[in-house]
């Protein structure tokens, strides 16, 4: 049974940092799609960074470029997010999302994507 579990949301400062994780189970990182959304109150689920099945190519939503890093440890079966310069903008819970590869190398933009979610992890920043 697959399981994902994010941690490292807070409140922070605008133009602070906070490196979420996503903690995997039941599941090989190489064999899965992997991605960060995240959801503001009144709005969609909008990705922020995926990472493509089998070729580790990276999708960063252009808000987000230059201050977010995706990065994942497969030893660890843990996936982070890796955020700087932090906006009030960028206020959401964010959650973690998993499938198994189909598309070798194919980024999949569409949450509907994504069979495995995590509970999500709040993120607030203040101005």
């Known amino acids: 049974q697959v399981r994902l579990v994010e941690s490292g949301g807070g409140l922070v400062q605008a133009g602070g940092s906070l490196r979420l994780s996503c903690a995997a189970s039941?599941?090989?990182?190489?064999?899965?799609?992997m991605g960060w959304f995240r959801q503001a109150p009144g709005k969609e689920r909008e990705s922020v960074v995926l990472?493509?099945?089998?070729?580790?190519?990276?999708f960063y939503r252009d808000s987000v470029k230059g201050r977010f890093t995706i990065s994942r440890d497969g030893a660890k079966n843990t996936v982070y997010l890796q955020m700087n310069s932090l906006k009030p903008e960028d206020t959401a819970v964010y959650y973690c999302?998993?499938?198994?590869?189909?598309?070798?190398?194919?980024?999949?933009?569409?949450?509907?994507?994504?069979?495995?979610w995590g509970q999500g992890t709040q993120v607030t920043v203040s101005s």
């Open positions: 039941g599941l090989v990182f190489s064999n899965y799609a």
């Open positions: 999302a998993a499938t198994r590869g189909t598309l070798y190398g194919s980024i999949l933009h569409a949450a509907g994507s994504y069979n495995y």
């Open positions: 990472i493509a099945w089998g070729t580790d190519a990276t």
